[in-house]
């Protein structure tokens, strides 16, 4: 699920201009004027005048994806022999609690939005659980091969 997470999160940093327009037309779909919405046309805006004048910045996002895809990469030896590689779950828990300070203080330094800071902070939340019962699970087959003649 951690692999699967990684990918689709590096997958979805390449194509963000056509994301953007496509969530931005749903919301005008919806009729709602929530702070949010303002926020994702704000951000698609800026994207679009910066992918016109700029276009070589989107090379960070592009290299953001293939960060997430090398981090799943490395965790595809935790798939394959989780006892001799346990320490990629306690690696990843790492991470995924370095997003929470990540998101605050960046965030605030940029301008981002509290909502959108605690939405990124989620990522960290929800991808130190998967990580944690894989640890849990694999020191318990370590304990119960220890045990074993």
């Not at 046309?41 to 997430?68: I, K, Q, S």
Request: aromatic share 14%.
């Amino acid at each position: 699920m951690f692999i699967f997470g990684l990918v689709v999160s590096g997958a979805t940093a390449i194509p963000l201009e056509t994301e953007l327009d496509l969530l931005a037309k749903h919301l005008s779909n919806t009729a709602s004027s929530s702070s949010l919405v303002g926020w994702i046309l704000r951000v698609r805006d800026a994207v679009h005048e910066t992918n016109t004048h700029y276009p070589f910045m989107a090379y960070g996002t592009d290299w953001l994806a293939f960060g997430h895809f090398v981090i799943a990469v490395a965790f595809v030896g935790a798939l394959r022999d989780p006892q001799r590689n346990v320490w990629l779950f306690t690696f990843g828990m790492i991470a995924c609690a370095m997003v929470i300070p990540y998101a605050f203080i960046c965030g605030a330094l940029r301008g981002i939005p509290i909502g959108w800071r605690l939405i990124d902070c989620s990522f960290g939340v929800f991808g130190m659980a998967p990580l944690w019962f894989c640890r849990r699970w694999t020191n318990q087959l370590a304990a119960v091969g220890e045990h074993q003649p």
